[in-house]
């Protein structure tokens, strides 16, 4: 099946000299949910918008559905819904003609049936007449969704969309964004949290330094890389492991005060462990948990890849 | 060609219009009562005939130029550079819109506004000042040709300019100079052999020339030649715009 976006090579300098982007290739598929992953400065933003046709690429191609972004970016663009990074609304206009606006910019015939439903989905439905400059923040963003959705887009790119925003909010965009997707909507957010990804995507694409670094099912990534410690402090030193606890992945601290278990959400296994302790005699003070931070996993990753 | 874009466009700027409407209209029309007051009655009473036009109805033709022309430059100057300012742009640039179509929308709606202020400059006038339209759809041709080639120079203009003090720079310190040096309050003719020859090369004159014959039928410059200017003007623009889009000048990075 062809896919709904596919990256070939693309690379972006800025004049400034900055290389945002390195040779990115990556397909997408129809209706999953894709999160792009990476620390600030990565070139997130800048990959979005090289697809969205804000920014040049400076080689390298992209197809969205089939259509060139450059060639054919009538097609491409019509395919696509933004909600960038930046709160960027007109303060003067009101919400109704912001996203109405919005829907004839993209081609689309008048639907005030459909904007209405958007606006409904969003709970801007009683706002529609407010001048936009009278929206609190949350309620701004909700406006840019609005506007995205506006021309029914088959893409929706959603830049950081729970930065600054609040948990009603983000409850709200996580229910309208799996509702997208059971209409085929396929949907790229980008975060530098790794739990916003585990939570909603459905595969993960790491980027860093302008590079994608790996891709790979949100499920696999997590196992691979999403490794949580629990440390117990012990009342007594611990020389050596005792057998019966060896079927855990237990390593004992330099100074033998520690217990360190690594493993991962899936298969917790603490219980059992917590049994066998007990069983074993060993007792402990308190205990903490940690769990690996995306640093952790670049640096893992760097150091995988060769 | 998408037209529900260029329509989308040119409604949300003619309601940006709308919205401040009241000070666009004040303004031309204050400014026209002042320049009669001033020129028309005060220096005017002393003056004689131009060409057979009282000095009242001579200077109308250029009051409602410069009206033209101020209006066209700031409406499409701000309509533009605004939303490069608060970064809405990102929205009309990821759309499935082509170059000619933002522009059609841009200045479409700038000379719309400033063809309306100019007509009101019109009205104002007659107020003051008895005189003849000689040919009328010529004048109206002046009125729409001079309306869009401004509004394309200040849509130019709204994406050179990367802050407010340069946005206001231009028609400062570029085309009121012209506007006033182009022969709005005075007959060319008026002046010594070299000023004239200086002034030969202000774009403005022939505009008012041009704007003027429709009038009066009568003008300091060939009409054939301000209509060539003017046209020469306005590809001259067209041109410019196009590069801009062509590069992504201030557009894209
Ligand atoms: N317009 C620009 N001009 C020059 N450099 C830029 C521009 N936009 C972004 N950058 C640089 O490109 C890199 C990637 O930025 P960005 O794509 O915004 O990253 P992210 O969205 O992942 O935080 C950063 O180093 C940033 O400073
Ligand atoms: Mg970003």
Redesign the interface.
Known sequence: MQHILSISHLSKT??SGRIALQEISLNIQRSEIFALLGPNGAGKTTLI?VL?????PTSGTAEVDGHDIIKD??????K?G?V?Q?L??????TVW?TV??????????PNAALIEKILKELSLWDRKDSKIMTLSGGMKRRVMIA?ALSHEPQILFLDEPTAGVDVELRRDMWRLVSSLRDQGVTIILTTHYLEEAEEMADRIGVINKGELILVQDKRELMHRLGKKQLILLLDTRLTHMPDSLAKHALTISADGMELVYTYDKERAGVRELLDDLAAANISFTDMQTKQSTLEDIFVSLVKDTP | M????I???Y??EM??TG?TLLQSIVSPVLSTSLYFIVFGAAIGSHMTQIGGVSYGAFIVPGLIMLALLTQSISNASFGIFFPRF???I?????????PPELVAGYVGAAATKSIILGLITLATARLFVDFRIDHPLWMLFFLLLTAVTFSLFGFVIGIWADNFEKLQLIPLLVVTPLTFLGGSFYSIDMLPPFWRAVTLVNPVVYLISGFRWSFFGASDVNIAISLGMTLFFLSACLAIVSWVFKT?YRL??
């Open positions: 800025y004049a918008s969205c046709g804000i920014v040049t970016y009538r097609t491409a663009r019509s696509i933004l960038p930046e960027t609304t007109d303060a003067f206009e003609a109405t606006f919005s829907r004839g910019l993209f081609g689309k015939s506007k | 998408n037209i529900r874009a329509q989308a466009i409604i949300f309601a940006r919205r608060t970064g809405t990102y929205e009309l640039l990821s759309a499935p819109v082509s992504g894209k990075a």
